[in-house]
């Protein structure tokens, strides 16, 4: 079972480069979302997506852009990189916002 | 804003130990509350997920209670092994306009020795 696939697994970046971090599932699930984890302050909501043709702003969303064109992918676009985004960005899905949540293996991302 | 404070920070045990892991939540509106593990360098496993109905879930050698009332869910692992070596972690589930949001621990970072 594939669950949450993330790409890359590792980037670096220059500043001011834009990317766009992979999330697709395979398990049909409406809600999906996008996290960041850094050191001391834990895993950060940063944008989400009730179903395809939906999303909204987490806790920390400046800097970043999401589309939901598909159930299965929930891709997280840098418009222009910052060292301050260096972090490390985690997908998830879920059923739907209040059931069990499944996680990608994350993707680590250098701004230098 | 819902606050969700793991207690302790790490912990050391020998192999074969019971233990309890402590999750504690400001805003007792959560809805559901799941526990987590991490290994170093990697994603977010799903352990157990305790909904709103419930009192406890149990699995394998893993058991978690959630008490709304007091504002807390503790996790339970018996007999721990090498294995069971990882940072833990709890986050609540919200409902109502905060609807989806996971609001995440610190984290236990949980060391068993052989």
């Known amino acids: 079972n594939a669950g949450v696939t993330q790409t890359p697994k590792f980037q670096v970046l220059k500043t001011g480069q834009s990317m766009t971090l992979q999330c697709a599932q395979d398990?049909?699930?409406?809600?999906m979302s996008w996290y960041r984890q850094d050191p001391g302050m834990g895993l950060r909501l940063i944008h989400y997506s009730v179903g395809a043709g939906i999303t909204d702003q987490g806790e920390v969303p400046n800097g970043y852009n999401v589309s939901r064109s598909t159930t299965e992918d929930f891709p997280l676009r840098l418009l222009s990189a910052a060292p301050s985004q260096t972090s490390v960005y985690f997908c998830?899905?879920?059923?739907?916002?209040?059931?069990?949540?499944?996680f990608g293996q994350g993707t680590r991302l250098t701004v230098v | 804003k819902q606050e969700v404070t793991q207690i302790p920070a790490a912990l050391s045990v020998p192999e074969g130990e019971n233990l309890v892991l402590n999750c504690s939540f400001t805003d007792s509106a959560i809805y559901n509350l799941q526990w987590f593990r991490q290994d170093p360098g990697k994603g977010l496993t799903s352990l157990l997920l305790?909904?709103?109905?419930?009192r406890e879930q149990t699995s394998g050698r893993l058991n978690a209670s959630l008490d709304k009332s007091s504002g807390r869910s503790t996790l339970y692992i018996a007999a721990s092994q090498p294995g069971d070596s990882a940072t833990y972690l709890c986050?609540?589930?919200?409902?109502?306009?905060?609807?989806?949001?996971?609001?995440f621990g610190q984290g236990t970072i949980l060391t068993v020795h052989p």
């Open positions: 986050a609540g589930h919200a409902g109502g306009t905060s609807y989806g949001k996971l609001t």
């Open positions: 305790i909904q709103s109905s419930q």
């Open positions: 998830a899905s879920s059923y739907s916002g209040v059931t069990e949540a499944f």
């Open positions: 398990m049909n699930h409406e809600y």
